[in-house]
T-cell receptor
Framework: AQSVTQLGSHVSVSEGALVLLRCNYS??????LFWYVQYPNQGLQLLLK??????LVKGINGFEAEFKKSETSFHLTKPSAHMSDAAEYFC???????????FGTGTRLLVSP | NAGVTQTPKFQVLKTGQSMTLQCAQD?????MSWYRQDPGMGLRLIHY???????DQGEVPNGYNVSRSTTEDFPLRLLSAAPSQTSVYFC??????????????FGPGTRLTVT
């Protein structure tokens, strides 16, 4: 069965600091991996995705993630945090069958001035 | 394209009442799904549909019904609301053709409170 573990329910950084949000997955099929962002009182918006090919994936708003098969990881990074990055971030993996996605429990990113 | 739309945005129900949460998409996606979001639990799949006339249960289906009479619409019905169904509900859709990347598009959500 597919599963996702996000380490840290809350991550705090200062504006301008490196952002690192961790995601580890378990999958019995070649993984398709996603990061979604949720701003307060809004739906989920796709940040980036890995399907096949290049393991370093660039997304919107300066975020990127690297697929590491040997570590079963797909960590999200951004070199310099901005106040507008404060949101909840969800990692997801293709689930078993059809179009299902399995989501992690989310990490809330707090950015302080 | 409006994408995925959901109505209502907010709803308060009394225990035992029933209601329908509406979801529609205009992207001609075959796959549609309903999730509930609760603090610390991420998104949990309630029901999903792979096309008109075909639905199936997800992880937490009890207390909810769905139907899919058209490609565009996928309503979620609460049969007899309970306080445990207080949550934020998201509808999502996805293209499921051969070249699908499994990316799901989400609606803005419905915040439901059951008293």
């Amino acid at each position: 069965a597919q599963s996702v573990t996000q380490l840290g329910s809350h991550v705090s950084v200062s504006e301008g600091a490196l952002v690192l949000l961790r995601c580890n997955y378990s999958s019995s099929v070649p993984p398709y991996l996603f990061w979604y962002v949720q701003y307060p009182n809004q739906g989920l918006q796709l940040l980036l995705k890995y399907t096949t090919g290049a393991t370093l994936v660039k997304g919107i708003n300066g975020f990127e993630a690297e697929f590491k098969k040997s570590e079963t990881s797909f960590h999200l990074t951004k070199p310099s945090a901005h106040m507008s990055d404060a949101a909840e971030y969800f990692c997801a993996v293709r689930g078993g069958g059809f179009q299902k996605l399995v989501f992690g429990t989310g990490t809330r990113l707090l950015v302080s001035p | 394209n409006a994408g995925v739309t959901q109505t209502p945005k907010f709803q308060v129900l009394k225990t035992g009442q029933s209601m329908t949460l509406q979801c529609a998409q205009d992207m001609n996606h075959e796959y549609m799904s309903w999730y509930r979001q609760d603090p610390g639990m991420g998104l949990r799949l309630i029901h999903y549909s792979v096309g008109a006339g075909i639905t199936d249960q997800g992880e937490v289906p009890n207390g909810y019904n769905v139907s899919r009479s058209t490609t565009e619409d996928f309503p979620l019905r609460l049969l007899s609301a309970a306080p445990s169904q207080t949550s934020v509900y998201f509808c999502a859709s996805s293209y499921s053709g051969v070249q699908s990347s499994y990316e799901q598009y989400f609606g803005p959500g419905t915040r439901l409170t059951v008293t």
